[in-house]
């Protein structure tokens, strides 16, 4: 059974950075296209990063969220940057293809405020 941890979210001032990371256990990431998404309060979830150019992701995380990777601990990050109080979300970390989706994990919480 595939399982899914992220971890380092948590308080930052506007124009802050955070890490963060997601574990997967149970496969390995290096089969699939991995991605973050977040989920705010009365919103749909939503990608905001994956690898290459991700055209469906919003322009406003453009330039400033990466995705990045370690296959072999079976890691998966999201370099934050330049935070915005919009940015207040859960993220959420996952495959790219909709049909291969893990069961979500938990999630960890990002809260831009000053």
Do not use: H
């Amino acid at each position: 059974q595939v399982k899914v941890v992220e971890s380092g979210g948590g308080l930052v001032q506007p124009g802050g950075s955070l890490r963060l990371s997601c574990a997967v256990s149970g496969t390995r990431i290096s089969f699939y296209a991995m991605a973050w998404y977040r989920q705010a309060p009365g919103k749909q979830r939503e990608l905001v990063a994956t690898s290459g150019d991700c055209t469906n992701c919003p322009d406003s995380v453009k330039g400033r969220f990466t995705i990045s990777r370690d296959n072999a601990e079976n890691l998966v990050y999201l370099q934050m940057n330049g935070l915005k109080p919009e940015d207040t979300a859960r993220y959420y970390c996952n495959t790219l293809v909709a049909r291969l989706w893990f069961s979500w994990g938990q999630g960890t919480q990002v809260t831009v405020s000053s």
